[in-house]
């Protein structure tokens, strides 16, 4: 049973336009989800999170979006560059489990010059 | 700095070899977590040390030993591997293994038993 979910695997954007990366999950215990970016043969680098009580988180170029009521998350990129290609993992934790972490399925961003 | 550091980055060994997987990190961290990751698939969650003691094992099978030294180290043990335990192996850590934490990764070691 997949618990955290990313439905598109793969996404396409322009350079300086906005990428939005999707998450469902399913599990109503998650309180905390973070976002990271994965380049081939690196680990996952931590780009941002947000507590269950927020809707909203903000760090420079990124922003993440959660409706609680949609068991759903969104990271946006803006504006998207090259550099910005890569894998993006969304995670989700529970206070029951400790604070392990369930990691979605990723979706790979490519960013066109 | 939030810098957790994997050796080897690469490593091959035949199904009889005894190798060992190291991580560190500097951050003060009392949590330090195993992760495999295969490819085009999320990272899963193998051992976690909370306090130098294991405190989740995700019925690993028991050719892979993790063992905590102190507080900055954590090392794999690796013994009798198969073909397919080849993949990415990677290790992270966080303030102290609770909720509403962040775990932050190590670039990983890429593992291949011939």
């Known amino acids: 049973d997949q618990q955290v979910k990313q439905n598109s695997p793969s996404l396409s954007v322009q350079e300086g336009r906005i990428s939005i990366l999707n998450c469902d999950y399913t599990?109503?215990?998650?309180?905390?989800f973070l976002w990271y970016k994965k380049y081939p043969a690196e680990g996952p680098t931590f780009l941002i999170s947000?507590?269950?009580?927020?809707d909203k988180n903000e760090d420079g170029r990124f922003t993440v979006f959660l409706n609680k009521s949609a068991k759903h998350l969104s990271l946006h990129i803006v504006p998207s560059q090259p550099g910005d290609s890569a894998v993006y993992f969304c995670?989700?934790?529970?206070?029951?489990?400790?604070?392990?972490?369930?990691f979605g399925s990723g979706t790979q961003l490519t960013v066109l010059p | 700095d939030t810098e957790v550091t994997q050796t080897p980055k690469h490593l091959v060994m035949g199904m009889t070899n005894k190798k060992s997987l190291k991580c560190e990190q500097h951050?003060?961290?009392?949590?330090m977590y195993w992760y495999k990751q295969k490819a085009k698939k999320p990272p899963e969650l193998m051992f976690v040390?909370?306090?130098?003691?294991?405190?989740i094992n995700e019925s690993v099978p028991s050719r892979f030993s993790p063992e905590c030294p102190n507080s900055s180290l954590l090392n794999l043990h690796l013994h009798a591997l198969q073909p397919e335990d080849s993949a990415l192996y990677l290790c992270?850590?966080?303030?102290?293994?609770?909720?509403?934490?962040?775990?932050?990764f190590g670039p990983g070691t890429r593992l291949l038993v011939l």
């Open positions: 992270a850590s966080s303030q102290v293994g609770s909720v509403q934490e962040t775990q932050y």
């Open positions: 599990n109503s215990m998650f309180d905390y």
């Open positions: 947000i507590s269950s009580i927020k």
């Open positions: 995670a989700a934790s529970a206070y029951i489990r400790g604070g392990q972490l369930t």
């Open positions: 951050m003060g961290h009392r949590a």
């Open positions: 040390y909370s306090y130098e003691k294991l405190s």
